[in-house]
């Protein structure tokens, strides 16, 4: 049943037009309004976002209930959050791409494909850019199955439903999507390689379900027409495709300004488009735990730990 004032409906991505508010009695400044709380620009899962956008204009269609349904599949995300989990229900003889790796468990009846994607120079793409060269596919065989997928990392994984758009996402951010997208290796920058930040992301195009993770939380920006904005590449998820962006160094007054601030590469993005941002780094995290690991260290193969 649909809501009466709804804007977004996961099934089929359908954009309905919003009809004039009921008027009713004033609510509480502590509780969101019923018409708040079901709408998916406030609530991504468990997670309430503020819709940033002057013209109402969201690009990322979020189901706000984390459930819906594709071509020849229903998916839902299960214990949002730190420990998300992608559970993906397939009919007879349909199929759900991932990454590789990032399937937890299926139902007995799934065929697994990997196969290499675009090729050997598309592998070859995927391999620098830090991805597995391999893609796989899941098809549930001769009755309903069921697929489960997560990131290697903590986080969260939210379900997009793309209507004919183009996203960028960092290659470490994509988990699974409809057969139908089209998910090619693209050049990023020469300036992110040399700074250590990779050198592709993928870019998505098509129409269907996008499943993509953060490490922690996912912040939605939303920049107006003309308005700049800069983003640490350790924290980008993703953004639209037609969206103009610049790499370069945190400061702007040099390298070693940049050095002392301990600010790597970062892209500075013009408006109008929406950025999803992860509220943690990965690579920042790494450097923080490094001095914790085991090293080997002294001809007798032992271990030392750093202080």
């Given amino acids: 049943m649909l809501l009466p004032n709804a804007r977004f409906c996961g099934s089929c991505g359908f954009q309905m037009p919003t009809q004039p508010p009921i008027e009713s009695a004033p609510q509480s400044p502590q509780m969101p309004s019923a018409q708040q709380q079901a709408s998916p620009q406030n609530y991504v899962g468990q997670t309430q976002y503020q819709n940033q956008s002057s013209a109402g204009r969201e690009a990322f269609q979020f189901d706000a209930d984390g459930r819906g349904q594709g071509r020849g599949y229903v998916w839902e995300i299960k214990h949002q959050g730190a420990f998300a989990l992608a559970v993906v229900n397939l009919q007879a003889e349909q199929s759900i791409a991932a990454e590789a790796g990032a399937m937890v468990s299926m139902s007995a ?43 290697g990392t903590p986080g969260d994984v939210v379900g997009i439903e793309m209507t004919n758009q183009t996203f960028f996402v960092q290659s470490s951010s994509y988990l699974a999507g409809d057969t139908s997208l089209q998910v090619e290796t693209k050049f990023g920058s020469a300036k992110s390689w040399l700074g250590g930040e990779g050198l592709f992301v993928l870019q998505v195009t098509g129409s269907g379900l996008l499943l993509i993770s953060s490490f922690g939380a996912i912040h939605r920006k939303t920049l107006r027409p003309g308005e700049q904005y800069v983003v640490d590449t350790g924290h980008l998820v ?45 690579r920042a995290f790494a450097g923080l735990l490094k001095p914790f690991f085991p090293s080997q260290g002294g001809s007798g193969g032992g271990f030392s730990f750093g202080n």
């Fill in 238 to 282: 993703a953004w639209e495709g037609q969206m103009p962006y610049n790499l370069r160094k945190a400061a702007k007054s040099g390298f070693f300004n940049s050095f002392l601030s301990g600010e790597g590469m970062v892209a500075e993005f013009s408006g109008p488009g929406e950025i999803l941002i992860q509220t943690r780094n990965l």
């Fill in 109 to 151: 009846n799934i065929d697994l494909l990997s196969e290499l994607k675009g090729g050997v120079f598309g592998a070859l793409k995927r391999a620098v850019g830090g991805e597995s060269a391999f893609v796989s596919t899941f098809t549930a065989r001769g009755g309903a199955g069921e697929v489960t997928l997560a990131p």
